[in-house]
Nanobody, 126 residues
């Protein structure tokens, strides 16, 4: 089990900004990739952004140019800076860590072993 603890969610008006954080246990260097996923009510979980140990990134088309994923190895923290938020960004956001046969694709970080945080809610009102 790998504890991942998200924070930074909340309610904001359309056009506003939020920054999500995810505290990762152990050393980030041990993980090939980290990422953010989200799930809106009544919908499946979708990839938002992923980042590799080499800082290579991938974003879902729906968030490109608005969201930025980054990591701080010293602080063992993953971030998601979200700008120009839209009502359709409303969802529960989950931090994820993957290792073993990992790859980045279409905004996601995937691997043989995947770990998830419990999520933080983001609500964007129009």
């Amino acid at each position: 089990q790998v504890p991942l603890v998200e924070s930074g969610g909340g309610s904001v008006q359309a056009g506003g900004s939020l920054r999500l954080s995810c505290a990762v246990s152990g050393y980030i260097d041990n993980w090939y990739c980290l990422g953010w996923f989200r799930q809106a009510p009544g919908k499946g979980r979708e990839a938002v952004a992923g980042i590799s140990i080499y800082d290579t990134t991938t974003y879902a088309d729906s968030v490109k140019g608005r969201f930025t994923i980054s990591q701080d190895n010293a602080k063992k923290t993953l971030y998601l800076q979200m700008r120009s938020l839209k009502p359709e960004d409303t969802a529960m956001y989950y931090c994820a860590a993957s290792l073993g046969g990992t790859y980045l694709s279409g905004g996601g970080c995937y691997g043989n072993d995947n770990y998830w945080g419990q999520g933080t809610q983001v609500t964007v009102s129009s």
